[in-house]
């Protein structure tokens, strides 16, 4: 978690704004229109990633998204490695 604040909080205020969200994901470099998964990310961080509507993500809001709790890693990647080793189905 820490890390990740690290990595995307450009402005080191301690939060995730929008920009620095999308900013992580996506470079403009002279594109004239944004993407389509952009604009649905920019929907994602506004309906589901800040949680109390305050413009940006907190600490707890990033952990939600980053360590989601409905989601297990260890069986996701065990069901991954199956998919790719198990040559003849």
Same mark, same amino acid.
């Given at each position: 978690? !820490?890390?990740?604040?690290?990595?995307?909080?450009?402005?080191?205020?301690?939060?995730?704004?929008?920009? /620095?969200?999308?900013?992580?994901?996506?470079? =403009?470099?002279?594109?004239?229109? $944004?993407? /389509?998964?952009?604009?649905? $990310? =920019? $929907? !994602?961080?506004? /309906?589901?990633?800040?949680?109390?509507?305050?413009?940006?993500? %907190?600490?707890? /809001?990033?952990? %939600?998204?980053?360590?989601?709790? %409905?989601?297990?890693?260890?069986?996701?990647?065990? =069901?991954?490695?199956?998919? $790719?080793? %198990? !040559?003849?189905?």
């Amino acid at each position: 978690l !820490q890390e990740t604040m690290e990595d995307i909080d450009k402005n080191g205020d301690g939060f995730i704004d929008l920009e /620095e969200y999308i900013g992580d994901m996506y470079s =403009r470099d002279g594109d004239a229109e $944004e993407p /389509e998964w952009v604009k649905t $990310e =920019r $929907e !994602q961080f506004f /309906e589901f990633r800040d949680k109390n509507r305050d413009g940006k993500m %907190d600490k707890e /809001e990033t952990k %939600d998204w980053i360590l989601p709790s %409905d989601y297990d890693h260890a069986e996701a990647e065990a =069901r991954h490695l199956v998919y $790719e080793s %198990d !040559q003849n189905k």
